[in-house]
């Protein structure tokens, strides 16, 4: 018997000497979950599970009709129980896998407050509702007629949001080196040491998807991000051949066409293999859409995500070089699932062959660790430095490095540029160059810094 503790849930494996079926079912008073097995014995030691930060105060068993056994889970909180049994693969025979889940629990330990994702909500539907206008599409709208003025809201400069995402965990080990280092072991300490150094920075704020050794499954890391408002999603993990040769770090993003190498292809499907043993289906559904909108929304969606996450690549395989070896010296593409959210854009960054002896010592090395997590941020740093997302302090920084301090307006739909700044009393080329207009046109939504006059 195995147990893992998740924040949104707990996983209780049994390992099986062969195929059986189970009878799961829940009782009250006190709360119990009880787990029958016919033609089974217990040869684990229940005393021996760590029942720590799970729902489970105690595990009692017991022989039933004979030749079955009875597990009865004494549980301290609600929980909504599933179960399903897998098949033998490289790691384990055969196993039955009961999940623990609460109600209304995130998987991540530190959601993002609601009013800060009000706060991003608004400011990307104003985006959204944003249509441009000038003074040649206003000749309507003279710029002596009277409007009331709507005084812009303070910036919200919020964090941009990293969500860093430790590759397999739980059952799921990954790929194990000569030594027996488990990949599950040495992501999670680049993920966590990644963390650290996203939050050492102002303007940057990181979301581990994973904190623990337990298992989630590919989409939910991916739904995870999403619904911690995620301006993007890093999944680290450490790569393996069957050969000791292979060395080096290499990054990929998601390709709309399939694998562009043989080797991405074979990297692609080990990877996915992964949410079989955690017994999820995987599959994405879009039957209730029109097949032409269907492909529309895809390439719509995919083609801008996918250019930053080749642009964002770049970069960090620019740093990743100057601490290891590059195995591939540009950014690869394959179908890896986890990718393949096309709202956020996404890496997938092998940081090093586990299979290879000597890489496999220095993934163990915690100053080699902190090189690696240091190298990947400041390649994601570069890139949004360049291209802050809206409403971020490090668009705000970019806006208003060197400018002279003064008032804010919102541009409201009629508004135009002549007539902002007659109603402020400024000129209007003083209007342009404080706030780096080329041009007359202005969007609604767009806030305006007024110079002092």
Excluded: C
């Excluded at 290499?250 to 079989?276: F, H, I, K, P």
């Amino acid at each position: 018997m195995r147990l893992w503790a998740a924040p949104d849930h707990a996983r209780l494996v049994f390992d099986l000497s062969g195929p059986s079926s189970a009878n799961v079912f829940s009782l009250d008073g006190p709360a119990r979950l009880v787990i029958d097995l016919e033609d089974s014995q217990l040869e684990a030691d229940p005393d021996s599970l760590s029942l720590e930060d799970s729902a489970i105060s105690t595990v009692r068993t017991g022989t039933r009709n004979g030749n079955g056994l009875r597990v009865v889970l004494e549980l301290n909180r609600e929980v909504e129980p599933r179960h399903f049994t897998l098949a033998p693969n490289d790691q384990y025979g055969h196993r039955l896998v009961v999940d623990l889940e609460y109600p209304g629990e995130s998987a991540v330990e530190n959601p993002i407050d609601p009013i800060e994702a009000m706060i991003r909500d608004q400011e990307m539907e104003a985006q959204r509702a944003s249509a441009q206008v000038g003074d040649s599409e206003q000749a309507s709208s003279p710029a002596d007629e009277p409007r009331v003025s709507e005084e812009a809201r303070p910036h919200p400069r919020r964090d941009i949001i990293i969500a860093v995402d430790a590759g397999h965990g739980g059952e799921d080990p990954g790929a194990i080196g000569p030594s027996g280092t488990r990949e599950k072991d040495v992501v999670l300490d680049i993920s966590q040491r990644l963390a650290n150094t996203i939050n050492a920075v102002d303007g940057f704020k990181a979301v581990l998807i994973r904190d623990g050794d337990y298992y989630l499954g590919l989409r939910q890391r991916t739904q995870l991000a999403r619904e911690q408002k995620a301006d993007f999603f890093v999944s680290i993990h450490a790569d393996a051949f069957n050969s000791p040769r292979p060395q080096g770090s290499s990054v990929y993003a998601l390709s709309q066409r399939g694998a562009t190498s043989e080797t991405a292809q074979w990297l692609a499907d080990s990877e996915n293999r992964s949410d079989l043993i955690g017994g999820v289906d995987g599959s994405l559904s879009l039957r209730d859409k029109d097949q032409v909108l269907r492909g529309v929304l895809l390439d719509l969606t995919m083609t801008a995500t996918l250019n930053d996450s080749l642009s964002i690549g770049g970069q960090v395989l620019d740093q990743l070089k100057r601490v290891n070896r590059l195995h591939k010296s540009r950014v690869e593409q394959a179908g890896f699932m986890v990718l393949k959210s096309p709202d956020i854009p996404s890496l997938l960054i092998e940081t090093g062959f586990i299979s290879n002896p000597d890489e496999e010592r220095r993934l163990r090395d915690p100053v080699h660790q902190q090189q690696i997590a240091e190298a990947i941020f400041s390649g994601l740093k570069r890139h949004f430095e360049r291209y802050p997302p809206p409403a971020s302090l490090l668009a705000w920084q970019r806006d208003n490095q060197g400018r002279p301090s003064g008032d804010e307006y919102r541009i409201q739909s009629g508004d135009t540029l002549s007539a902002i700044a007659v109603r402020h009393g400024v000129p209007i080329n003083q209007l342009k160059q404080a706030n780096d207009l080329n041009g007359d046109v202005i969007r609604v939504g767009q806030v305006l810094r007024i110079p002092s006059s």
